[in-house]
């Protein structure tokens, strides 16, 4: 069994947020990092426009600051917002730009995803970004893409950009610490890939898209979606 004492605790990942809600409050700078976030969150908020034009209620895991909610505000508002975040600053920061742009119920969770109390069957989507890579074990991934089929309404969409991993080492290699440093270096220098790299082996636990792929059809989803890949991130979707 694998074990997990060496990385970072919730307690440990909340306070780095804590402290960083400026930086995560600008896609541009908060995302530096993840390659081609603006073009995922665009293409996540197609797909949810796509098959749901009308959604009333939607649920962001993980939203930081509340780009992701901001973007889809954009194209459809006003919505009951659910947003759910271990950082209560990052939380509060969601809270006064959502509202500067919504009317709609907004309802602030603060909390881990595994043991927040939501409402089931009540979202008409889900998103899901940059978040899902702080789970640890095969039975938190399951219990979690469970929970998350539960919280839709029948019909309802799930929609993750995340951290991937490959299922081949070399070609992990290849990828991750080839192509990715490559490009975390060419953001900065070595140095700064070195720490990059270093932050990630301690706080995260990312899975394969084809793992993830497989997880959302065992726990009930109708039809499973990649929108895109390249390199170590992905964006996908599921239908209930």
């Given amino acids: 069994m694998e074990h997990f004492s060496d990385k970072s605790t919730v307690q440990e990942i909340k306070a780095r947020f ?130 998350l089929y539960r919280l839709l309404k029948p019909g309802g969409s799930l929609w993750i950009a995340d951290l991937v991993v490959q299922e081949t080492p070399a070609i992990q290699h290849l990828v991750y610490n080839e192509r990715y440093g490559n490009y975390l270096a060419g953001l900065k220098d070595e140095a700064y890939r070195d720490n990059v790299f270093a932050y990630i082996e301690k706080e995260d636990t990312p899975h394969s898209l084809n793992d993830q792929m497989k997880l959302l059809e065992k726990v009930g989803f109708r039809s499973v979606e990649v929108l895109h890949k390249h390199l170590c991130f992905a964006s996908f979707g599921a239908i209930k």
């Fill in 18 to 147: 804590d402290n960083d809600v400026d930086r995560f409050s600008n896609l541009e700078t908060g995302q530096q990092t993840t390659i081609d976030a603006a073009f995922n969150m665009e293409l996540i908020i197609d797909s949810i426009m796509a098959h749901s034009p009308n959604l009333k209620t939607v649920l962001d895991v993980g939203c930081g600051a509340g780009n992701y909610t901001l973007k889809l505000l954009n194209r459809k508002a006003p919505l009951d917002c659910t947003l759910l975040d271990l950082s209560q600053p990052m939380l509060n920061r969601a809270r006064e730009r959502v509202s500067a742009v919504n009317t709609g119920a907004i309802t602030l969770v603060q909390g881990d995803i595994r043991t927040a109390s939501l409402p089931e069957g009540h979202y008409c989507t889900i998103m899901a970004a940059a978040v899902l890579h702080h789970l640890r074990d095969d039975r938190d991934w399951e219990a979690v893409f469970t929970k």
